[in-house]
């Protein structure tokens, strides 16, 4: 069998997409002059074609499976498949009917078509038209989409109640508002609380939060009758009874800015008007500074 795929011809993978016969003729004796220029080791000629069949027909070429596929899918051999290029993935949310999925989809597909055939100012047209109907935006590197909205939607929710998802979303509204209003150490602030107790993370591109790894509420899983925002009313409870009788920062130590919380901490930067992000030594390091 090694012997057979040695001397084996590369071939058309099973899971790329189509081409007329007579692109797919003509394809098929470009790459076989390739492997003839590799044997001879004329390796600029090699390349050469390589980077014409990928230009023209969107051909890749797998010289360790001797496969070639347009789109530059490859399942032969138990391989995993990838993502096909030319097919890009939703994110994020927004109201969407079916009708204006299937319409989007084909858009996206429409561009991607002209850009195959460099036809640049119509691709430019449909990702502006995207644009301008639905508020839909493109990005290429990821092969993803999403509607530019302020809605936020979970990807992942972890081990949180019905109560602290629905606390999150609301939290996220009101971070978009500060953002939007340009309150960004405002917006910062609300975005490590939701780290910090949630262990959450937020995906301003794609509009998604998620949760990653167990939030400081929580030694493995929650109690069945408690809730984060419960935890979180007494924390703030807490941070507002030793704020009152802390000292101010300027004559406190370092040994005594370690003894307090961290949203103690926030609350003097800000109102020292000081950036609120970090972990807790920088903001340490910043009231001392």
Known sequence: MADAFANRGYIKSQSSHGLSAEDEEYVQQQVDERSEAKRSRDFATADDIR?????????????????WSVGGVFTEMGTRAQKPRGEYTRRGGGDLSDDDLET??????????????????????????????????????????????????????????????????????????????????????????LRERFAIEIDDRTKEWRVEGVAQYSNAEPTPNETVSDEIDEEEEDAEEEEAAAPESAALSEEDLEKLTVPVLKEKLKSAGLPVSGKKAELIERLLA
Do not use: P
């Open 51 to 67: 980077e014409f069949l990928m230009t023209k027909f969107d051909v890749n070429i797998e010289d360790k499976m001797k496969l």
């Open 104 to 193: 989007i989809n084909n858009m996206i597909a429409e561009r991607y078509q002209a850009k195959r055939d460099r036809e640049f100012d119509i691709a430019d047209d449909i990702r502006d038209n995207l644009m301008r109907t639905y508020n839909i935006r493109i990005d290429d590197k990821s092969a993803e989409w999403h509607v530019d909205s302020d809605e936020y939607v979970c990807a992942s929710s972890g081990n949180l109640s019905a109560e602290d998802v629905a606390f999150v979303d609301e939290q996220l509204v009101q971070r978009y508002a500060a953002k939007r209003d340009r309150y960004y150490e405002e917006a910062d602030a609300i975005r490590e609380n």
